[in-house]
């Protein structure tokens, strides 16, 4: 199994970034997926998850209005998009995918590699 992210990079305040996680090995539409974020020096926290079957989403106070989770069912992928894009942001986002949505967000099945959002100032 394997999680791919991708479509971080440098971005400046109030910009824009779309992160994609595709997977292989594994059917997301049989998994509840999610996105993490790690700034430097902090620990590992939730932004946002889908319930696969139900397409219910969830968000962090933090980017609630901001970012949107979606999913690709014909292309097995996860998406993140996020707007208006803060400093704080920064951070390395990883997805992850979860056999419910409780084992997704205390200890997921998989994580991806992680793909580094820098917002400048």
């Known amino acids: 199994v394997q999680l791919q992210a991708s479509g971080g990079g440098l971005v400046q305040a109030g910009g824009s970034l779309r992160l994609s996680c595709a997977a292989s090995?594994?059917?997301?539409?049989?998994?509840?997926g999610g996105w993490f974020r790690q700034a430097p020096g902090k620990e590992r926290e939730f932004v946002s998850d889908?319930?696969?079957?139900?397409?219910?989403?969830s968000y962090a106070n933090s980017v609630k209005g901001r970012f949107t989770i979606s999913r690709d069912n014909a292309k097995n992928t996860l998406y993140l998009q996020m707007n208006s894009l803060k400093f704080e942001d920064t951070a390395v986002y990883y997805c992850?995918?979860?056999?419910?949505?409780?084992?997704?967000?205390?200890?997921?099945?998989?994580w991806g590699q992680g793909t580094l959002v820098t917002v400048s100032s």
């Open positions: 090995g594994l059917t997301f539409s049989n998994y509840a």
């Open positions: 889908i319930n696969w079957s139900s397409g219910s989403t």
């Open positions: 992850a995918a979860g056999k419910f949505i409780s084992v997704l967000r205390t200890s997921p099945n998989y």
